[in-house]
């Protein structure tokens, strides 16, 4: 099963405030540990997702763009905030306020990465939305998928310059 082969219900599902969605993967992205919650929240048990990619939980209204960002800024050693709508096992959706670290080895070298992912605020999606619907239709607009994503992506730079903030700065202040 992967995210292409699951059909978006249109239906969100929610979680409780108190509540951390954890999960831990490889260098790679694969899954090596997901907590109770990411398991209740996201409908998959325990063996359906250890050694899957993260990406497995992956909506298609996710900017991809998004995703270079993350996986450029946790690669580079540093940590990310980012709003992110998942992919349930039924269909259904859950937004998240995702922290993403790397985990280091005792030599220094990245090993893997942890995530925790809690509710966001829904003040904080009515701004997302609209921004996450403009980069997509700039991914969709190229017949070519990596073009289209890095025209987003500098999309996406250039109004962080307007706005002359840092992509975290900018997150955490919506």
């Known amino acids: 099963m992967s995210s292409k082969t699951i059909q978006p219900s249109g239906r ?38 250890i050694g899957q990619p993260h ?33 349930a096992k ?4 859950y937004w998240v306020l995702a922290h993403v ?12 990465y942890h ?3 809690r509710v966001p605020s829904r003040a904080a999606l009515a701004k997302v939305v609209p921004l996450y619907q403009s980069l997509l239709k700039i991914e969709a607009a190229s ?4 073009q289209g994503m890095e025209t987003a992506f500098t999309a ?8 002359g903030k840092p992509y975290a700065e900018f997150v955490l202040g919506l």
């Open 90 to 93: 039924n269909g259904d959706h």
């Open 115 to 117: 995530s925790n992912r």
């Open 143 to 146: 017949p070519d998928r990596k």
């Open 12 to 49: 969100e599902r929610a979680f409780a405030e108190d509540e951390i969605i954890v999960s831990k993967t490889d260098i790679k992205g694969r899954l090596t540990y997901v907590n109770d919650v990411f398991m209740s929240v996201s409908g998959f048990t325990e063996p359906e997702l």
């Open 55 to 87: 990406s497995l939980i992956r909506h298609p209204d996710m900017p991809r763009c998004v995703f270079k960002l993350l996986w450029d800024t946790i690669a580079s050693g540093k940590e990310l905030f980012a709003y992110v709508v998942n992919l």
């Open 156 to 163: 996406l730079v250039d109004q962080l310059k307007r706005e």
């Open 101 to 112: 670290t790397p985990d280091f080895g005792p030599d220094g070298q990245i090993v893997g």
